[in-house]
């Protein structure tokens, strides 16, 4: 059986790994003692370093948060790479847009490993499920061998490009456009409330329509239930869109791409960020617009 | 048989004429004589004023551009207001705001006349088929007249509100996500562009997901071939969102919400505007954040 190395057993790398418990042998690294328990509890080998998790030539996935903490878990102390060495595959299921993404490739190949850009779509539930959305840059024999971890894990495996980054480069158009809608589900759903008219009501009339959103039917309800209970389930992290618009914007100023309506929805993610909302449900952006009343 | 008139026999109006005639007698009224010559030749008795085109008591439907065709048409220069007098009925179909609505409907109420807002959301093609969302402001005796024609009109009529204006709120709260997702989807053609992946793919592989929307689907393709053809068919002309996204933006300035989105997608339209693109298709706003090869 191929062992597979999870790096990051955060909300999505933890049901990402016992989703790969079975037909593979799968070890992982958080640097949480918590999360490793969890872990083990699932059938997952915890181990005490990112370098622990892995063996040489072998295959490591990367599910933590963000850059800095891929390149910790890779070159910090007791980092993977230099475990894995020459023939090791490091599979990137975290979302830190292109440039970085390239950048990596090309220092994991100095060292000899390869690298398959495949970041994820889709929360912990349907990580569990192997029902995720993956976009995919590789080709050749790196990509077989993610293929092989990766079609267990998606109910939709896209190979957009050949190349490190090209993978990351449709995520971020995908977040591009998820951010925007959340965003602008919260605007409609606040301006519903401002002309006086019953949201909920709003937001089932007009998701059938020429306004429907896959976000407005999801986040909509959300939204509206912002007003009618303190704190709605978390189901996705208002912080990681801090993140992903801040990887969408940088991508368009690289590309020299104007895009207005991100770099509002970045602002307004911002906003949530400074106003403490980073672990809230993104849907409580709505909250900024157009505030609960304060007898609640 | 009931006596209808519409003024205003446009891109919308024609359609929504010719699809009344039959089951009532239909009269009409446009600026344009070959609008009226078109409307002859579609079982409509055209007139040479507004005020010829209705009858005393009667019904009339206003499917011109904007407020201030809405203006003229009832109270300008041999207007209809005068000749519907007391006992009549103006079925306002136009997008104007709710604000214009019920300074209309309070006008209209001292010269004895009703008013029902109904403004209509769908192309002319789905005009003519009786396939119109319809979101009505209205109640009682008004609204039971109204309704005999809407119904002819609408495959979904939802009564939003008892109150002129409110199927207004409702409408400009739509227009708000259409608005918004039209330039969301312009934003992630150009940066898939700049990105170096093929916008059809992007477009396809995310419309199915989290990033999905109606315009997404529906301008997405005409947004790629945006590229390949030097002028895309107008489904929808890009001035309704000039107009459209001032609508929502007074009303969110008014209300005292802060829409940030919309106020981009506003000045993304105002710089189409400016390019001279009012009478090309909506899609057309994605050259703007990314220009066609020079060379075509």
């Known amino acids: 059986m191929t062992d597979v190395a999870v790096l990051g057993l955060g909300a999505m790398g933890l049901p990402t790994a016992a989703r790969l418990v079975g037909p593979f042998t799968v070890s992982g690294f958080d640097v949480s003692p918590e999360r490793r328990e969890l872990a083990d509890g699932s059938g997952v080998r915890s181990a005490a370093s990112p370098a622990e998790a892995v063996v040489a030539g072998g295959i490591a996935l990367l599910a933590v948060r ?19 060495g020459d023939g090791g595959l490091v599979v990137l299921t975290s979302t830190i847009g292109p440039a970085a993404a390239r950048a990596l490739a090309s220092e994991l190949a100095d060292a000899g490993i390869a690298l398959v850009d495949a970041p994820v779509s889709g929360g912990p539930a349907r990580a569990g499920a192997g029902d995720l959305l993956i976009v995919v840059g590789g080709s050749g024999e790196a990509l077989d061998r993610a293929r092989q971890v990766l079609d267990r894990l998606a109910s939709t ?140």
């Open 66 to 84: 963000d850059e800095a903490q891929v390149r910790e878990s890779l070159f910090g102390a007791d980092g993977a790479a230099a475990a894995l």
């Open 157 to 296: 495996l896209a190979v957009v490009g050949e190349h490190p980054g090209d993978g990351q480069s449709m995520k971020t158009v995908n977040q591009l456009l998820a951010g925007v809608h959340i965003a602008a589900a919260a605007e409609a759903v606040a301006l519903a409330r401002g002309l006086g008219l019953d949201p909920g009501t709003v937001v089932s009339t007009l998701s059938a329509g020429a306004a429907g959103s896959f976000m407005l039917a999801d986040r909509g309800p959300r939204m509206v239930a912002a007003y009618e209970v303190e704190d709605v389930e978390v189901r996705s992290r208002l912080d990681i869109f801090v993140k992903d618009m801040g990887i969408v914007t940088d991508a368009g100023r690289t590309a020299r791409v104007p895009l207005p309506l991100a770099a509002a929805a970045q602002q307004l993610y911002l906003l949530g960020h400074t106003a403490g909302m980073d672990a809230r449900d993104d849907s409580s952006v709505v909250t900024l617009l157009s505030p609960p009343p304060t007898e609640r």
